[in-house]
Each structure stands twice: as structure tokens, then as C-alpha cells.
């Protein structure tokens, strides 16, 4: 036996704390990592850039680390696409395939539109690939909107093509500016939304505007999402929406300034961006899982920073007005392997249909008839000795909540410990649940996406366990369906 060393226990440290790496979510190689930027498919990849500090796992320098995907499931890491250099910090911003070379950088180049941040000076600027974003350039002509003088916070560019031009998204304050371009490289300012409208507790960050369908797709909106620092519907920052009509130049909102829409309501999911060009036409947005209250001191140790599953957009008319609805991708059934599957049963108190069952990888399926005399039901996941994490539907309340407070590590920041909730009626008398389970992650989409929770968990490895309950009645289980999920590849 040999005495421990000071490199043991960073050893023995370094196991204990990459039992929180995900088996299929994004992380990065090492160090930190904090919003998704650059998304765009082009010729067969999906690529996704991130901000990224190579040298610690806090935020420090800025630079876009960068991987692509063919499935949006397995990555490949690519060297790092955007350096920090005199002129600033590489901040978040998106990224184009210029089809009809209007830069003159060549045909089918990849522009990234960023944001160089500079002693807290923001400009907008470009770099561009002619190699299918293996290498890049920076613009000699940078930047191309200059910092205007009056606004400390002028940055997040999301840029996309909108029938004869380009559209650029700026985050400012409480306000999403609007630019116009033909060339990339001349913007005009054509209109701004916000002052006042939706949650301003915070500052806006990462804005994202498009336009997807309304149910069968007979009628669609545009919707924008954007960042609030602080003030989210889980405490620190969250991610709010607008609904309503975009005419290429500005957007106006067809909801009253007071409502606020938020995209999820559990505390980790941030700054999500959807990606440009994809092949499908679908809408697919992921978002950084953390939260700039506590992102800096969560309990990971060579790494630090997770993305959530890809996330397909729809909208769905309620009887509140039209809401976001948010999808796992389809792409994910690839990582199905063992399959439970239970057919009708009435569950009652104190008995567990699960009893026996274990994953730290799962995927859960199930919906629920509300009966007489429920007042919750819902599953624990990664059960152990003394932790646990619940997902309940409370039938008076009519919330969907997800517990935290005993699901593991909870004491490195304030208010980690909490149960997060969303309101959430039941359609025809049933609540269906879709729950997505990682190493350290649970993602919670109900009545087909209309409301979602999103939350890191921290629990020892060998807390697995899954419980099914109900209480205060019986509750029928229409259906349940559990995947063992395989791992996704990440490879270099
Ligand atoms: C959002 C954000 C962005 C900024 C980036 C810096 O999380 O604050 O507004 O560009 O992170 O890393």
C-alpha cells in the first residue's frame, strides 16, 4: 500500500467529480464552457461553437470552442475556431452559410457574426471559412457596427437571411435592436423591440427571432427568444419569449408588454439558440444548462458547462393564447436500448411499480388519468440511500414541479436547494410526461412540450433507483414506456 499523495487525491477528486459527465449531452473537453454560438448546418454537419475558456473551468477569456454532428447526437471536437486578440474577447453571436457570396468572401462561405468585447466596449464583427469552418479569418475591416457610444450592453448578434437581405438581432439593455444588411458588412438600424415589454429584471442577452408553424401549420408566428439575466421564473437568469409578427425589419409583439412568456421554467436553460439552414425545416434550439447564479462553483471538476438535448419548436394555440412547445428531437430515439413497457394499470398509494429498476441514462414516457381523489403523482429518479429527485403533478394546484432539494450535491450555492414549478392544465382529464435523465441533468416536457423544467442535479453515482407514485388516491397509468439510453460518441 502506498501513502496517498497530493496527485491521488486530485486523481481520486477528478473520478468522484466526472461521475457528473453526461452520457449524452454536450460538454466540452476540458475547462469552461457557457453559451451555444454559430449554429448552422451546412453540407452534412450540424456545427455548434460555444463560448469557451480553454485555460480554467470558470468564464475568463473568450474564445468559440467549436464541434460538429451529423445526427445531432454524436460530436466531434474540433480545434478552437475563434481566438480572443487585441481587439477583444470573443463573445456570443451566430453564424451564416453566404450562399450568394454577398461578403465576397467566396462562394458558400461560413460567416460568424461575434461580438469583440473590449474593457466592456461591444462591437459587431465577422470571421469567415472557406474550409467548411476547419480554419478561419477574422475580417480586416472590423468591426462592422461600431460600439455607439450610450449603451454598455450591445452584443449577441444572431444573424439570418429573410427573403432579399440579412437580418441582425442585438441584445441591448431591455432592448432587441433590429439591423438590415445586403452585404454582411453595412448594417442599417431598422427598428428596436422591448423598453418595457415581457421580464426586464435582468439584462436581455442572446436574443433569437424566427418564424415556425401555429398546430397543423396552416398559420404560423415569429417568435423571439431572449436571455434575462436575472429575475428568471426560477431565481438568476431564465429564457423569455414573445409571439407576434415580423416585417424583415422590426418586430412587434401581439401580446400586452405585461405578459411574460418563459421558454422553461426550471433554473438551467440558458441563452439557447436555434440553428440556421436546417435541412428539415424544423426549429431546433439548445441551451447552455446552468445559470449564471451559481454557474461558476457547480460541482464538476475538469470541466464545467453542459448543453441541453436538442429541442424542436412549435407553437400551440391554448386556451391562454399561443404558446412555445418544445420537442426532444427525434434524432434521440437513436439512443434507445433496453425497453420497459407496461400497459394500462391503476397505480395506488404506497405500492411501487418501478421497485427494482436502475438508470442514470433514461428516457421516461408516460401518461396519467387524473382519478378521484389524487392530489399528486408523479416518479422519483436517481434514488439512493438519502437522495432523490421528484417529478409530481399536483391535481388542485394543477403544477408540474421538479424537486431538487434532496437530489444530491446542493450546498455549493444559495438557493440551489429548490423545488421549481410551472402551471400545467390537463387536457381531456390526462397529464403526459416525457423525462430525460443524465449523470447530472433532468429535462421534464409535459403535455407535449407546453411546459418544460429543466434542471441540473449533482447525486452520487450509485443513486439509480426510480419510484412511481401516487397519493391520496389511485391514479390510472394510461401508458409508461422506460429506455436504458446508450451513450452518445464524443470523440476528438
Ligand atoms: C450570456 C452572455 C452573453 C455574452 C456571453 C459572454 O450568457 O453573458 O451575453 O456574449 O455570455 O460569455
Known amino acids: 500500500m502506498t501513502e496517498p499523495t497530493a496527485r491521488n487525491d486530485v486523481l481520486q477528486n477528478?473520478?468522484?467529480?466526472?461521475?457528473?459527465?453526461?452520457?449524452?449531452h454536450f460538454t466540452p473537453p476540458s475547462n469552461w464552457m457557457n453559451d451555444p454560438n454559430g449554429m448552422v448546418f451546412f453540407e452534412g454537419e450540424y456545427h455548434l461553437f460555444y463560448q469557451y475558456n480553454p485555460k480554467a473551468t470558470v468564464w475568463g477569456p473568450m474564445h468559440w470552442g467549436h464541434a460538429v454532428s451529423k445526427d445531432l447526437i454524436n460530436w466531434q471536437h474540433l480545434p478552437i475556431?475563434?481566438?480572443p486578440d487585441e481587439?477583444?474577447?470573443i463573445f456570443s453571436g451566430s453564424a451564416v452559410v453566404d450562399w450568394n457570396n454577398s461578403a465576397g468572401f467566396g462562394e458558400k462561405a461560413l460567416i460568424a457574426i461575434f461580438t469583440y468585447n473590449k474593457d466592456h466596449l461591444e462591437t459587431q464583427n465577422l470571421a469567415f471559412s472557406t474550409d467548411k469552418a476547419r480554419t478561419w479569418t477574422k475580417y480586416a475591416d472590423n468591426p462592422v457596427i461600431a460600439h455607439p457610444g450610450n449603451l454598455n450592453d450591445f452584443r449577441d448578434p444572431k444573424v439570418f437571411w429573410h427573403e432579399d437581405h440579412w437580418v441582425m438581432c442585438l441584445a441591448a439593455g431591455d432592448t432587441i435592436l433590429f439591423y438590415t444588411s445586403t452585404n454582411l458588412k453595412q448594417w442599417e438600424p431598422s427598428g428596436s423591440f422591448g423598453g418595457g415589454y415581457g421580464s426586464t429584471n435582468g439584462v436581455w442577452e442572446t436574443p433569437d427571432l424566427f418564424k415556425i408553424?401555429?398546430?397543423?401549420?396552416?398559420?404560423?408566428?415569429?417568435?423571439?427568444?431572449?436571455?434575462?439575466?436575472?429575475g428568471g421564473p426560477a431565481g438568476g437568469s431564465g429564457t423569455q419569449y414573445f409571439i407576434g409578427a415580423f416585417d424583415g425589419e422590426r418586430f412587434v409583439s401581439e401580446n400586452p408588454r405585461e405578459v411574460i412568456l418563459w421558454a422553461d421554467h426550471g433554473a438551467d436553460y440558458y441563452a439557447p439558440q436555434s440553428w440556421n439552414d436546417e435541412p428539415n425545416s424544423r426549429r431546433m434550439m439548445l441551451g447552455w444548462m446552468s445559470n449564471w447564479h451559481y454557474a461558476k462553483v457547480t460541482p464538476t471538476f475538469t470541466w464545467r458547462g453542459v448543453f441541453s438535448i436538442p429541442r424542436e419548436l412549435s407553437l400551440t394555440q391554448t386556451t391562454n393564447?399561443?404558446?412555445?412547445?418544445?420537442k426532444p428531437v427525434r434524432e434521440l430515439e437513436k439512443l434507445r436500448n433496453i425497453h420497459y413497457h407496461w400497459r394500462p394499470t391503476a397505480i395506488q398509494p404506497g405500492l411501487n411499480l418501478l421497485d427494482g429498476l436502475q438508470g442514470k441514462a433514461l428516457e421516461i414516457a408516460a401518461e396519467f388519468q387524473i382519478a378521484k381523489n389524487v392530489k399528486c403523482f408523479g416518479f422519483c429518479v436517481r434514488v439512493g440511500m438519502d437522495e432523490r429527485t421528484i417529478i409530481s403533478y399536483r391535481v388542485k394546484e394543477k403544477t408540474l414541479q421538479l424537486d431538487r432539494?434532496?437530489?444530491?450535491?446542493?450546498?455549493?450555492?444559495?438557493a440551489f436547494a429548490a423545488v421549481?414549478?410551472?402551471e400545467l392544465q390537463p387536457v381531456d382529464n390526462l397529464i403526459s410526461l416525457q423525462i430525460f435523465v443524465d449523470s447530472s441533468s433532468i429535462e421534464v416536457f409535459a403535455n407535449h412540450g407546453?411546459?418544460?423544467?429543466?434542471d441540473c442535479i449533482f447525486p452520487s453515482d450509485h443513486s439509480q433507483g426510480l419510484e412511481l407514485f401516487t397519493e391520496g388516491g389511485q391514479v390510472i397509468l394510461n401508458s409508461l414506456d422506460i429506455y436504458q439510453l446508450d451513450p452518445a460518441k464524443f470523440h476528438n
Open 81 to 83: 475556431a475563434l481566438h
Open 213 to 230: 408553424p401555429l398546430d397543423d401549420g396552416s398559420d404560423s408566428r415569429w417568435v423571439l427568444t431572449v436571455g434575462v439575466g436575472n
Open 450 to 454: 407546453l411546459a418544460v423544467l429543466t
Open 405 to 414: 432539494t434532496l437530489s444530491g450535491k446542493v450546498e455549493f450555492a444559495d
Open 420 to 422: 421549481h414549478s410551472v
Open 321 to 326: 393564447g399561443i404558446r412555445l412547445a418544445h
Open 87 to 89: 481587439q477583444g474577447m
Open 14 to 24: 477528478q473520478n468522484m467529480h466526472d461521475m457528473y459527465r453526461p452520457e449524452y
